[in-house]
């Protein structure tokens, strides 16, 4: 791939940021993480799984003590709850609260229903393609760090 084609794309990748940046304005103290750990949750529950911290952790490839530390102010906050497993004490599963819910039905599943009336110019397969690529990249950028000498 061409140097030029490479700044292209980091290029595009700095507005898939500014996008980010575009979303709706969360209530003081709510964090996109929380949004995202939410619906991690929700995936998961689909699957019909009990969701532990450490499922949290490697459905998105973050450290588990980071997640850890969101979850337990998401606890704090009233957004999760943790239920001890009732066949191993030392199991503790994480469920989303009454509170919760109503956060993540307006800021995901709400939101991202009435935003996908406006995407109709974007086909499944390009969506598809952008999300594949962008991971790629990623990988690319995080395994092989090249030093500027």
């Known amino acids: 791939m061409q140097p030029d084609k490479i700044k292209r794309m980091l290029d595009a990748c700095y507005l898939a940021k500014r996008i980010r940046e575009l979303l709706p304005e969360l209530p003081k103290g709510v964090t996109p993480a929380y949004i995202q750990y939410m619906d991690v949750i ?3 529950q689909s699957t019909g799984k009990n969701v ?6 490697d459905y998105l490839g973050l450290p588990r003590p980071g997640v850890t530390r969101t979850v337990k102010e998401m606890e704090t906050k009233g957004y999760l709850r943790k239920i001890v497993s009732e066949e191993d004490g030392r199991i503790i599963y994480i469920m989303i609260t009454d509170k919760g819910e109503a956060l993540s039905e307006k800021y995901d599943k709400n939101y991202y229903s009435r935003l996908s009336e406006y995407m109709s110019d974007i086909s499944d397969e390009e969506a598809d393609c952008m999300i594949e690529t962008i991971g790629k990249f990623y990988k690319v950028m995080n395994e092989r760090r090249v030093d500027i000498e």
């Open 42 to 44: 929700h995936n998961l």
């Open 52 to 57: 532990k911290i450490s499922d949290i952790s």
